[in-house]
């Protein structure tokens, strides 16, 4: 396919058509589907396929919108329209590796992000995992960047995992976990190995249901980081922070010491208090630039490992 294709195009390198007209061709037989770079001012509607896109140097400008038994994977894309994904009859599964996108309103589905980078701005939420009856979301971002937004909202049985992941720049007096304007959610959250900077947590009371582990949450300023006895962390760092948290091995109000926050590097610094100071008995995973963990005695807090000079 190419930006230039035509509605009656043959779908080959030697007569490309338009992203519709590929998706139509979509069988048992032909779940490939290779994209040209350029721009494509469309929205792509997907019902009921299972296909691959590759998509590298494609400007996908409506976004995708993905219904019922859909289970797509989208590599290398950039699509500032996001991703609506419905479901009627059936959860659709989507999968995106190294792309950019506005952001994801699962309603529901599950979505899983590798490699990738959501920019909601400042009107959208990244995330919004909402339920339909007994089907609820399931999304997961791992080694991917969210820079800005109004929170996420993660709805009844819904449930979200990240892991090596940085989470940044919440619009003002927003909280990172929100649902239609209420802070605190129903769904289960965990967010292990992550970097949580001007995103605080207002986790309201009640039983335990967003669970942090080796990771860091930190905002310039006074205002607590987290709040609410929902939260439950172990071998996290938060600052700041003035009243008592739930869990084990909380660093509170300790210097991550960040290599420069306010232009998103959020590597460690040597004498960071997230040196080492991860959960010993954790399965080792590459961070958020790959490095393997541990480089120091043990696993380090965040989506950073630190790498001490040779």
Known sequence: MSATGAPTGACTMAETCTIAKAITLVDTGHRY???????????????????????????????????????????????????????????????????????????????????????????????????????ASSITLDRTVVDGGDGMCIQGTSQLHVTNSVIANQIPNSSLLYCNGVPGVTGQITIEHSTLYEAPIACATGTANVHLINTIVARAGSADAVTGSRCELAYTLVTPSTTALIGSHILQNADPMFTSPTTGDFHLRVGSAAIDAGDPTTTPIPDLDGTPRPQGAAVDLGAFEYKPLM
Do not use: C, W
């Open 33 to 135: 589907v290779k994209l040209a770079g350029g721009n494509y001012p469309v929205s792509v509607d997907v019902t009921d396929k299972q296909f691959t896109m590759h998509a590298a140097g494609a400007t996908i400008g409506g976004g995708f919108q993905v219904v019922d038994t859909s289970d797509i994977t989208i590599r290398g894309a950039d699509i500032p329209g996001g991703l609506l994904a419905t479901s009627s009859t059936a959860t659709p599964k989507i999968t995106f590796e190294h792309v950019t996108l506005l952001n994801i309103i699962a309603n529901p589905a599950t979505v899983t992000l590798r490699d990738s980078r959501v920019t909601p701005g400042t009107q959208n939420s990244a995330v919004s995992a909402q339920t339909n009856g007994a089907r």
